[in-house]
């Protein structure tokens, strides 16, 4: 970020944000090397929300801390927090806006430093209530800077709550990335490059269910991704409705899935070259057995071909109660309820962890865990699972109640060793969320290294329930 001046830096203050401390010597930028590293020193970024962040005294308002990855990991003093009222970001903070309600990462102006895009779904748009908007952050040498707000490609309404989900990618294969953000009953597509205005090469709206959530992977190894779409629970589909959106012979082709997921992530678990998908169920919600869907939650296996998801291959559903996989199968927690996907040994093969904010660990309720499974040539394997708690040998702090270790997971290479590392959301820790890291090595997750940072350790004002770890911004 540029040096702010002292009137800046009193700003950020006033609102109880702390500014950014980084590296001595970030790198310049030629080109991107990885869609999350927003200052161009060639080590992957994380970036992490908390939508129910107070800043200035507007509770809800939201709030975005991005820790920069280093040759050590993690590390509470490489940070920024970045608001609303941060200098030249647009709009500001206020009452429920939810800013960083959905995160997603890429170069959108190719200028060699990824950048961040923002969606605050709640946010009030002139006359419009909860019409929703997406911002972007600029990367920098730096890091983030200033930012401007992605225009809709048609008027606002009320309740559209645009940026309740994004995601970037290249739908087309023409090598610009585009930016997918999703509401109630919105899809709009932007293409770009992008100018530092925000203005798109080209926009487009699509008409839409509700997507509550989105993925983007190439599942069917034509070099152009393919947009995973979960919509959330329906009168007809309790399970959760999934589909996939792809660009084929100059439209947009929707096929809908018949598995279950709230959540997913998108990966090559066996290493053939084709995007396979996870889908992430939760028990939280109150009509599973109705739905169908495994005691304590479950995940569903999908694999990429050719032909599309699923077309090859039988889906594959696992829960606590399949052979393997640490833990028991106990109601409400919520396995299933973050999922993510990378190599974590380094061996070629997409892992995959799982989260469970809900689940006990000893007398403690929804103190959370997370569960890592291996892929390997054949698929996902439930050899050597591991489950790590904060009670787990060398990870940080101690299991309580309603921490929800586990409300976010994220598999991306943060210490430049080629091993995918695993960041963990917490988003109840201490009443104001965190997040926990787990270095990747040759052999596996080990706890070894793991560092624990609390929102405040991270400079987020503890006001009211800042809920950081509820999301993180997924690698491409």
């Known amino acids: 970020m540029r040096l702010r001046t002292t009137t800046a830096l009193a700003a950020l203050v006033a609102a109880g944000l702390t500014p950014l401390t980084l590296p001595t010597t970030p790198a310049s930028a030629g080109t991107t090397k990885y869609a999350d590293d927003f200052n161009g020193d060639g080590y992957r970024d994380l970036a992490t929300s908390a939508p129910d962040a107070t800043v200035s005294g507007e509770v809800g308002a939201g709030a975005i801390v991005v820790t920069y990855g280093s040759a050590s990991g993690l590390a509470a003093s490489s940070r920024t927090v970045i608001s609303q009222n941060s200098a030249s970001v647009p709009g500001a903070a206020e009452k429920s806006d939810s800013f960083g309600s959905s995160l997603a990462s890429a170069d959108l102006d190719r200028d060699g430093y990824a950048d961040l895009v923002v969606g605050a779904e709640y946010e009030d748009v002139g006359t419009y209530t909860d019409a929703g908007s997406v911002t972007v952050l600029w990367g920098s040498a730096s890091g983030l800077s200033g930012g401007a707000t992605l225009s809709p490609p048609r008027r606002r309404f009320d309740k559209d709550r645009s940026g309740m989900s994004v995601a970037t990618g290249d739908f087309d294969g023409d090598g610009s990335i585009e930016v997918m953000a999703a509401g109630n009953g919105d899809l709009w597509h932007m293409e770009g490059p992008f100018t530092r205005s925000g203005t798109a090469a080209d926009t487009e709206y699509i008409f839409n269910d509700t997507t509550r959530n ?72 109150g009509n599973e057995a109705k739905a169908g869907i495994a005691k304590g939650g479950q995940i569903t296996v999908l694999h990429g ?99 929800s270790f586990g409300s976010a997971v994220r598999l991306a290479d943060l210490n430049g060793n080629a091993k995918a590392d695993l960041s963990i959301g917490v988003a109840g820790e201490n009443e104001v969320g965190g997040i926990w890291y787990l270095p990747g090595t040759s052999t596996g997750l080990t706890g070894t290294k793991s560092v624990g940072c609390t929102a405040t350790s991270l400079g987020l004002a503890s006001a009211g329930f800042p809920a950081l770890g509820e999301d993180f911004a997924q690698p491409r």
């Open 214 to 285: 989105l993925a983007v992977g190439d599942i069917t190894g034509n070099g152009s991704d393919e947009l995973l779409m979960l919509g959330g629970m329906a009168d007809d589909d309790l399970g959760g409705e999934v589909a996939v959106m792809s660009w084929d012979s100059g439209e947009w082709q929707n096929t809908e899935i018949a598995a279950d997921g709230l959540t997913g992530a998108v990966g090559d678990i066996d290493a053939d070259g084709y995007a396979d998908v996870v889908l992430g169920r939760g028990d939280k919600h």
């Open 305 to 403: 071909s050719p032909a599309g998801l699923g077309a090859t291959r039988p889906a594959r559903t696992l829960s606590q109660a399949s052979s393997g996989i640490p833990g028991t199968a106990e109601t409400w927690d919520g396995f299933g309820d973050s999922v993510a996907m990378g190599d974590i040994n380094g061996d070629g093969y997409a892992d995959v962890a799982v989260g469970a904010p809900a689940e006990g660990v000893g007398d403690q309720p929804e103190a959370g865990a997370v569960t890592v499974l291996r892929g390997s040539a054949t698929g996902l394997t439930t050899t050597r699972a591991v489950s790590f708690t904060q009670n787990s040998t060398a990870v940080p702090g101690t299991a309580e109640n309603l921490d």
